[in-house]
């Protein structure tokens, strides 16, 4: 879900910079993660200079145009999120047995553990993260990697460490959109003052967003821009192409045992789940749109909290703009640094978009936007192609791709059409890119070819093979 804390679970849909494309995002697009980046010896320095003077509107403009990056340095972060299942009885794990998992893959395959009092709530290895998000799924946040195959490395090493230990456990992992068996009240709930707080917010600001934090998972790929131009090249690119990648990913088509009616029940769920962190962000495609524009957004999207000695502050309702007034009566008179708006913001672009899936969809997401963003050519096609979409024809992929995918009908022809035609651009990227990583692409290439998703074999194996049983689905599609 992806969210980060300090200041806020604030984010929309796309990203933009930081690591993690699809926006210079407020932390949170609707999705659960809260992710804390690390402080550079500039941020620390201007956070020191804060603590005397009020931070500015400036201050943060500066902060993101840090981000930009030469090309040498440019890196791809990739985070899935995986549903922990009981082997025995299909369903979801709980806390205890999260705990026992952490624990575990810690005294055999190290790492520092994250605790939050006395619970344990994630493991730092290196330049990785494993978390857990409210519903007790569990993340990998990877670490910054220059090639698609050291990308494959991690995941898989990952996957090797976790299914060790949950099979010693009983746990089983499974990759999909949304959780294809259990209701909303069978789900656990992890013991984090962020989720908690989330979870009394999110009814209030939608009829989803309690699905999409307990009953969904996503991969998602982080990348670098190196100039305010270049982020606005790609974050425009990635919020008009989000459906395009849902559509060609979907694999959420179950609920509660049952064909829901969707192909990216995931995705349709962000449809209504706090429209001030989700949706397509039009200003972004204004001739005046860069880093103060953007800037100017993400003041005023509500907070959900700030963390003050080790403790999460309820703020919903209140903006990151009100408190640099001095104005959140839960910490009155206190203005923020530097440090509480990292937290908030990453310099980076956030892809999020695609349902969780098998191993290989963990890897195939990021060769597509990768092909894409990081490549001029196919960059400069891409911009051409979406140049006279407009904002209605956007919300209606959004709106449509969910239930229709690669069928949707745009403009006198199929989803499928343009799917074809990106996954071309991103396998000639690649290809330039001279790291011998477009084979990432061959089974995405299958689905846009052949027209059928994961998503679509699934329902035709509950229709068929499976005889409207959604069980098989955790023993045949288990990592």
Known sequence: MAPTPACALVPPPPALPSARPCALVPTNS???????AAASPLVEEAVRATEAEPLTKEDLVAYLASGCKPRSDWRIGTEHEKFGFQVETLRPINYQQIRDLLNGVADRFGGHRVMEGNNIVGLKQGSQNISMEPGGQIELSGAPLETLHQTRAEVNSHLCQVKAVGEELGIGFLGLGFQPNWALSDMPIMPKAKFEIARNYMPKVGSSGLDMMFRTCSVQVNLDYGSEQDMIMKLRA???LQPIATAIFA?????????S????????TYTDTDSDRTGMLPFVFDSSFGFERYMDYVLDVPMYFVCRNKRHINCTG???RDFMAGKLPQVPGERPTLNDWEVRLKRFLEMRGADGGPFSTLCALPAFWVGLL???????CITDMIADWTSEERDMLRRKVPVTGLKTQFRGGYVRDLAENLVKLAKDGLQRRGHMEAGFLDEVDEVVSTGVTQAEKLAKLYKTKWQHNVDPVFREFIY
């Open 238 to 240: 990635a919020i008009a």
């Open 251 to 259: 694999n959420s088509p179950f609920k509660e045992g049952k064909l």
């Open 261 to 268: 009616g969707f192909l990216s029940l995931r995705s349709y």
């Open 318 to 320: 209140m903006s990151f």
């Open 374 to 380: 990081y490549d001029d050519e196919s960059l400069r």
């Open 30 to 36: 609707g999705r659960r993660r809260f992710a804390v």
